[in-house]
C-alpha cells in the first residue's frame, strides 16, 4: 500500500482523527528511549515529551524516564496489552501498551494512559470517610462501654449502700465498732433476757440511758411497761410517794390512796436513773424491793408484792460513795449484781467516725440539708477531741454543724465543742431532739440558735463584728436575736 494511496490517506486521517479527539492519553515511545508521538490529552497531561521538543527540561526528561521505565517494565513481565495502574508525578494511572507495527523493525508501543487521580482520591475520601465511621463508632461503642461499666458499678455502689443502710443500726441502736462497745453490745444482748438487777455506770453522756432501752428491748418483759425515774429531778418525798404510791392521808394533799410508779409497771421493767443521787430514806425502801420484791406504800405498813426488773445508772462512783459513807453498801450489792461500764469515748476513739456518720445521717434527715462530705481535717479534729461530754457532745457538736453547714460541707466553722476539758459531770443536759416533746419547732429552733451564737461569742471572746460574719448575718438580724436571746457579748469576753 503506498502512503499516498487515496485509501492509506484516509485511513490515516481517521487514525489520526480519532487520536486529536479521544480523551485518553496516547503516546507512542520507541526503542523503550523516546517519544514520537502525544495526543492533546498526552501533551495536556504530561506536557510534551517528544524527543524534538523536550530540550533538556529536566521535569519532562524525568517524565519521559519514567514512562520508558514501565514501558521496559511491561515487556520483562510480558504485560504488554494487559490494563495496569501506577502513580507517576502523584497521579494514579491506569495504562495499557500495545505494540505498534512501524517500518524498519523500530520498536514501537502505543502506550494508552487514563488519568485516575480524582477518581483514585475520591475513594481514599471514601475510605477515610468510612474510617472516620469506624473511629466514630468505635469511640461512642467505647463511651457506652465506659458508661455501662460506670452504670454497673453505680448500680453496685448503690446496692451496697441499700445493705449497708439495711445493716445501719436503726435509731437507737449503740453506734460504734470499737473493741470496748462491741464486747459491751455483747454483754448488753448476754444479760438482758434475766431478770437480775443492772446497774449500768460511765460518765455523762457514754450511753448509759440508751444502754436501758436496749436492755429493755431485748429482754423478756419487751412488751410490758416500761418506766423511766431520774432520781434527781425530783424531790426526796415526792420521789417516794410516786414510786412506791401512798396511803390516803399520808401527808398533806395525799387526799386518796395512790399507786405507786413499782405497781403500775408490775411485770415490765423501771429505770433508775442518777441512782447516785437518790437519799437515804428512798435507799432503804428501793433495797426492800431488791431483796424481797416488795414494797411498802408511804403512809402504809402492809407490803405488797410486785415483779419488776430493775435497770439503774449513774455516772458516781457508787464504790467510792460506799466508802465515805453516803450509799448503802447493801443497797449497792443488790444493784451492783451485774454492772455495765461503758468506757468514756475518748477512751474508744475508733467509735468517733461511726458515731460522727451516724450523727450527720440522722441530722442531715432531721434538717433536711444534704450534708456529703466531712473534710478529713474536721475528722482530724473530731478525733484529737477528749469529748468531756461523751457521745452527747459529739451529738450536739454534730448537730449544730449540719444545722450551720453552707454548700453541704462541714468546716472548722461550724464546729464547736460542748464543754472545756476538764468540765466533766456537769448536770446532764438534754440533746435538742430529746426535748421535742411538748415543743414547738420556733422554739427549739430558738435554742439552737441562741447555743450557737453563743458559743460563737465565748469562741471569738466577744468579738461581734467576727461572730457576725462566721454567721453570715446581718448586723440588725445578729443584734435582735441577742435581745430576743438577751445575750450580751461583753459576758463571753
Ligand atoms: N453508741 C451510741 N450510738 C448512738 N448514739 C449514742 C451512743 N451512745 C450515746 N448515744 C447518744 O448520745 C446521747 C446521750 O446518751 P445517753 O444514753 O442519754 O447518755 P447518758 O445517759 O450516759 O448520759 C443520746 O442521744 C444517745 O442516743
Ligand atoms: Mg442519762
Avoid at 508501543?109 to 480524582?118: A, H, K, N, S, V
Wanted: net charge positive; proline share 3%; glycine share 6%.
Amino acid at each position: 500500500m503506498k502512503n499516498n494511496s487515496p485509501n492509506s490517506k484516509r485511513l490515516i486521517e481517521n487514525q489520526k482523527n480519532l487520536l486529536e479527539s479521544i480523551p485518553e492519553m496516547v503516546l507512542l515511545v520507541k526503542d523503550y528511549q523516546s517519544v514520537e508521538y502525544m495526543n492533546p490529552s498526552a501533551r495536556n497531561f504530561f506536557g510534551d515529551l517528544r524527543s524534538e521538543k523536550i530540550n533538556g527540561d529536566e521535569k519532562a526528561l524525568a517524565t519521559t524516564d519514567a514512562l520508558l521505565k514501565i514501558v521496559k517494565n511491561s515487556i520483562l513481565e510480558k504485560s504488554i496489552g494487559q490494563t495496569l495502574v501506577t502513580t507517576l508525578n502523584q497521579a494514579h494511572l491506569e495504562y495499557t501498551l500495545a505494540p505498534f507495527k512501524g517500518y524498519k523493525g523500530d520498536n514501537l508501543f502505543w502506550f494508552f494512559i487514563r488519568d485516575l487521580t480524582e477518581n483514585h482520591n475520591q475513594l481514599e475520601e471514601l475510605a477515610l470517610f468510612h474510617n472516620s465511621i469506624e473511629t466514630i463508632l468505635s469511640h461512642k461503642i467505647s463511651e457506652l462501654t465506659k458508661s455501662e461499666r460506670m452504670r454497673k458499678a453505680l448500680a453496685q455502689e448503690l446496692n451496697s449502700l441499700k445493705e449497708h443502710l439495711k445493716e445501719q443500726p436503726a435509731e437507737g441502736k449503740m453506734i460504734g465498732s470499737s473493741r470496748a462497745l462491741s464486747e459491751l453490745r455483747d454483754m448488753v444482748f448476754q444479760v438482758a433476757k434475766s431478770d437480775a438487777t443492772i446497774l449500768i455506770t460511765g460518765e455523762s453522756g457514754t450511753g448509759k440511758e440508751l444502754v436501758a432501752n436496749l436492755l429493755r428491748e431485748s429482754s423478756n418483759r419487751n412488751n410490758k411497761p416500761f418506766l423511766k425515774i431520774n432520781c434527781n429531778a425530783i424531790n426526796d418525798s415526792l420521789l417516794e410517794s410516786d414510786l412506791f404510791g401512798h396511803e390516803k392521808g399520808s401527808f398533806t394533799g395525799a387526799d386518796t390512796k395512790r399507786k405507786g410508779k413499782f405497781e403500775v409497771v408490775d411485770g415490765g421493767t423501771i429505770f433508775l436513773d442518777e441512782i447516785g443521787d437518790i437519799t437515804a430514806r428512798m435507799q432503804a425502801a428501793l433495797l426492800r424491793v431488791l431483796q424481797d420484791g416488795e414494797i411498802i406504800r408511804v403512809g402504809g405498813n402492809l407490803p405488797v408484792k410486785i415483779d419488776v426488773r430493775v435497770v439503774a445508772a449513774t455516772n458516781k462512783n457508787l464504790a467510792e460513795m460506799v466508802q465515805d459513807g453516803s450509799f448503802r453498801l447493801d443497797l449497792f450489792y443488790r444493784l451492783n449484781i451485774i454492772n455495765i461500764s461503758i468506757p468514756p469515748l475518748r477512751e474508744r476513739k475508733d467509735d468517733i467516725i461511726d458515731l460522727t456518720t451516724h450523727f450527720i445521717r440522722k441530722y442531715r434527715q432531721a434538717f433536711k440539708k444534704d450534708i456529703n462530705f466531712l473534710p478529713q481535717s474536721i475528722l482530724n479534729r473530731l478525733l484529737v477531741h477528749n469529748w468531756p461530754g461523751n457521745v452527747r457532745e459529739l451529738e450536739n457538736v454534730i448537730q449544730r454543724a449540719v444545722l450551720m453547714a453552707k454548700n453541704n460541707v462541714i468546716t472548722e466553722n461550724e464546729l464547736f465543742f460542748d464543754l472545756q476539758p476538764g468540765d466533766n459531770n456537769q448536770p446532764e443536759q438534754k440533746t435538742y431532739l430529746q426535748q421535742i416533746e411538748g415543743r414547738t419547732l420556733k422554739l427549739m429552733i430558738a435554742d439552737i440558735e441562741k447555743d450557737i451564737i453563743v458559743h460563737l461569742l465565748d469562741k471569738n471572746r466577744g468579738n461581734v463584728a467576727k461572730t457576725i460574719k462566721q454567721l453570715d448575718l446581718g448586723k440588725t438580724a445578729f443584734y435582735d436575736k441577742m435581745k430576743r436571746y438577751k445575750i450580751s457579748p461583753k459576758d463571753h469576753k
